[in-house]
C-alpha cells in the first residue's frame, strides 16, 4: 500500500508548523552587513588598486624566493658533501 500527503504550504507555515525559529531579521541584517562591506571593498576592485597591490608584493615575494632558493641550495649543497 503506498500513501501520499500532499501539504501545501509556504516556508513560513512550515517552518511555524514545525517549531522552528523566525529568522528573517536575522537573515536580513546578515544581508545588509554583507552589502555595506562589499561596497565598501569595491574600490580594491578599481584596475589601478589591483595592480598597486600586486606590485608591492611582488617586490617582496620575488626578494623572499629568491633567499629562500639560495638557502635552499645552499643546504642541498651542504648535504652532499660529507664534512
Not at 6 to 35: H, K, Y
Not at 43 to 49: H, N, Q, R, T, Y
Not at 52 to 78: C, H, I, V
Request: aromatic letters at 4%; hydrophobic letters at 45%.
Amino acid at each position: 500500500m503506498k500513501i501520499t500527503v500532499e501539504i501545501d504550504c509556504s516556508p513560513i507555515e512550515a517552518r511555524t508548523f514545525l517549531g522552528l525559529p523566525d529568522v528573517s531579521e536575522l537573515n536580513a541584517s546578515l544581508v545588509e552587513e554583507m552589502q555595506s562591506r562589499m561596497s565598501a571593498n569595491m574600490a580594491m576592485l578599481s584596475p589601478e588598486e589591483l595592480m598597486k597591490n600586486w606590485m608591492a608584493f611582488g617586490a617582496g615575494a620575488q626578494e623572499q624566493f629568491s633567499k629562500l632558493m639560495t638557502q635552499a641550495a645552499g643546504m642541498g649543497m651542504g648535504a652532499a658533501r660529507p664534512r
